[in-house]
């Protein structure tokens, strides 16, 4: 069964992510646990007993508090509480918490709220950018400002540098929700176009699933984030997919580009990033 795991800090900006990730486990029938990462710093005149005391401490205070928090997120939703796990774990670095707890759980997905209105390029530097980078688990991040909507459109910006491979991830992604799937390339003038229709037949065949084919021509003046901003308006997905860190250099000059803080996208769809370093998909 597949497991999504929602972090939160606790705060209102959370919440948005636990909507997200609630409704997304109710649709695709997977298994949610919530998960908030804390530290207790250490008095040098402690024990080891008595620090493990203190961070237990902590902890037990804690899982309360989280347990009344995911509480009334659900209350928000008008939703009864499904069945979820409530975990708090211990770590310095809040990003190698959440890590190190998604990889001993085997999480399908880490779902996590991003703050503020501002574009994309903001989240690097912030937790979630760390996440999109390290982790070898598919991140879903969602803008504290989304507003829940049915998911029913998957948006797939694709380099074409891998994408048959790809395109098993998003279908098992988009599959369970019975979302379509657009794959979209914002293509150069120089670059050797195939045949829409062939290729949306060979996709289909290859994946089990219907795969509509979006080309764009690249606006050489307008960065490259402009034009994927253009491409959203055009087909309004609910969610839009891209994979990094394998074919780096399309990544960052993606969300690099001088014009990138001025893109929106970040205050609009949630994100589904997938590491293209992790060759195996990750299963719960």
């Known amino acids: 069964m597949e497991k999504i795991i929602a972090t939160t800090d606790l705060s209102q900006n959370s919440r948005a992510g636990m909507r997200f990730a609630i409704k997304l486990a109710q649709s695709g029938n997977a298994a949610i646990l919530f998960l908030h990462i804390h530290h207790v710093l250490r008095a040098s005149m402690w024990s080891d007993q008595e620090y493990a005391r203190y961070v237990q401490a902590n902890k037990d205070s804690l899982m309360e508090e989280l347990s009344s928090f995911v509480k009334g997120v659900y209350r928000s939703m008008k939703m009864a509480p499904l069945n979820y796990e409530l975990a708090v774990h211990h770590n310095f670095d809040t990003v190698d918490g959440i890590l190190e707890y998604a990889e001993k759980e085997k999480a399908t997905y880490l779902c996590i709220s991003t703050r503020g209105a501002g574009g994309l390029r903001k989240i690097f530097g912030t937790h979630t950018g760390k996440l999109i980078i390290k982790s070898k688990i598919p991140v879903l991040s969602v803008p504290s400002a989304y ?106 000059r993606l969300f690099m580009s001088s014009k990138a803080q001025e893109y929106a996208l970040g205050a609009k769809i949630p994100l589904l990033s997938f590491n293209k370093m992790q060759r195996k998909s990750v299963k719960g």
Not at 151 to 163: E, G, K, P, W
Not at 223 to 241: G, M, Y
Request: proline fraction near 4%.
């Open 147 to 252: 507003r829940m909507s049915p998911i029913r459109h998957v948006l797939y910006a694709s380099d074409m540098t891998d994408y048959e491979a790809e395109l098993t991830k998003v279908v098992a992604f988009a599959k369970p929700l019975k979302a379509t799937v657009d794959m979209l390339h914002l293509s150069y003038p120089y670059e050797f176009i195939v045949d829409k229709e062939l290729m949306e037949q060979t996709l289909a065949q290859k994946t089990g699933y219907k795969i509509s084919l979006r080309y764009q021509s690249r606006d050489t003046i307008a960065s490259l984030l402009q034009d994927l901003e253009k491409a959203i308006n055009k087909t309004r997905p609910s969610v839009l997919v891209m994979f990094t860190n394998q074919q780096r250099d399309f990544f960052e």
